[in-house]
């Protein structure tokens, strides 16, 4: 028996929607369709701004999932409308809703969204916040997706990490011989696109042109690199509480002479080491890295992490047939099938939570 899903993707990046068709049977999960719509930029800079402390929250959050639930409903009519699929034929969308907050160490996360919205407007049953049921049992909440990616990847023989590089970067670890590990290794795309959007008033740096551009500065890396949470082990989740715009200014205040393609060359190889550098603690030998994620079209970013693993072949997933910009997506429908199915698929071993546990919450149709 195989059942038709959509997940719903808005990642740190804020950049757009991701829509993902699947068909998932028991094994195999199959991409069929997908749909990607950028963020007005009204409701971007509303989502942006929930990211830190402000006036009349509450409200402006409100607001603001409205919109989001909006966009997303009219995305997914689209879709089944160009695949000529009525909603009765969808078994549920998984929907992960927008991170504004993240903070597990307070005991929080918070993903805003409507799915109540979301499946009035779709007639589609809809699950959602998936992540606060781990943190509710003393994990992380994040990153989520190594159970998916063990299922996608797990047949693979070699020793693979699985690197996805959204606004932040993640790892699954995949071997023979151990239960699936993984954790937040930093900044992915996010401080990439605010220097360039604040340097050149450009979304991101189109296949790493800029970075590539510039000389890495030594004294400036060393600098971003001396933040503890570098140095923690996982379990560990990070986002925009932590790494973003004000926190890179703060440090360039000590370096004031640095070009500002110095700078986006430095943040790349900030990305690229802090990744390479986890591997390599937590997997002391990896034959494979599959990357997905944005980031997986950065050519200077790959570029940098090849350099640095020498002996890891470092490749997109596109190399197994699998489109990088869709994984995240595809997982939140995949997590949709576990909620039904009461499959656990949260992992103690990547977010540190107490024990196995069905994520999410059902909006019926």
């Given at each position: 028996m195989s059942y038709l899903y959509i997940g719903v993707m808005s990642g740190t990046s804020l950049d757009g929607l991701d829509i993902a068709l699947i068909e998932q049977a028991s094994h195999t999960t199959r991409l069929i369709a997908t749909l990607y719509r950028p963020l007005p930029d009204p409701l971007r800079c509303a989502l942006l701004q929930l990211c830190s402390p402000g006036d009349d929250e509450l409200a402006r959050a409100a607001i603001a999932e409205n919109q989001w639930a909006e966009l997303a409903a009219d995305c997914i009519n689209t879709l089944l409308q160009q695949q000529s699929l009525a909603a009765e034929q969808i078994r549920a969308i998984g929907s992960h809703g927008q991170t504004v907050r993240h903070e597990p160490t307070r005991g929080f996360t918070i993903q805003i969204g409507n799915p109540a919205l979301l499946a009035e407007r779709t007639g589609i049953r809809v699950i959602a916040d998936f992540r606060r049921r781990d943190v509710a049992a003393g994990g992380q909440g994040a990153p989520l997706v190594p159970a998916f990616h063990e299922a996608l990847f797990g047949s693979e023989q070699q020793c693979t990490a699985i690197l996805n590089i959204g606004g932040f970067?993640?790892?699954?670890?995949?071997?023979?011989?151990?239960e699936v590990h993984g954790f937040d290794c930093g900044p992915g795309n996010v401080l990439l696109d605010a220097w360039i959007q604040h340097c050149r008033n450009e979304?991101?740096?189109r296949d790493g042109a800029w970075g590539a551009s510039g000389t890495v500065q030594q004294a400036l890396l060393s600098d971003l690199l001396s933040d503890p949470f570098f140095s923690?082990?996982?379990p560990k989740s990070t986002g925009r509480e932590l790494f973003n715009l004000n926190w890179l200014l703060s440090h360039l205040k000590r370096h004031p002479q640095v070009a500002e393609q110095d700078v986006q060359a430095t943040l790349v190889e900030l990305t690229a080491r802090s990744i390479c550098e986890a591997l390599q603690q937590a997997q002391t030998q990896t034959d494979r890295l599959l990357v997905c994620g944005g980031g997986a079209h950065n050519r200077y970013l790959m570029a940098r992490m090849s350099a640095l693993l020498a002996s890891t072949e470092v490749a997109s997933t596109s190399s197994c047939g699998i489109d990088p910009?869709?994984?995240?997506?595809?997982?939140?429908?995949?997590?949709a099938h576990c909620t039904l199915e009461g499959i656990a698929a949260n992992r103690p071993?990547?977010?540190g939570a107490r024990g196995l546990r069905v994520l999410g919450a059902i909006y019926p149709a």
């Open positions: 970067s993640n790892l699954s670890l995949l071997t023979a011989e151990h979304s991101y740096d923690t082990h996982g910009d869709w994984i995240e997506a595809m997982a939140f429908a995949w997590l071993s990547v977010t």
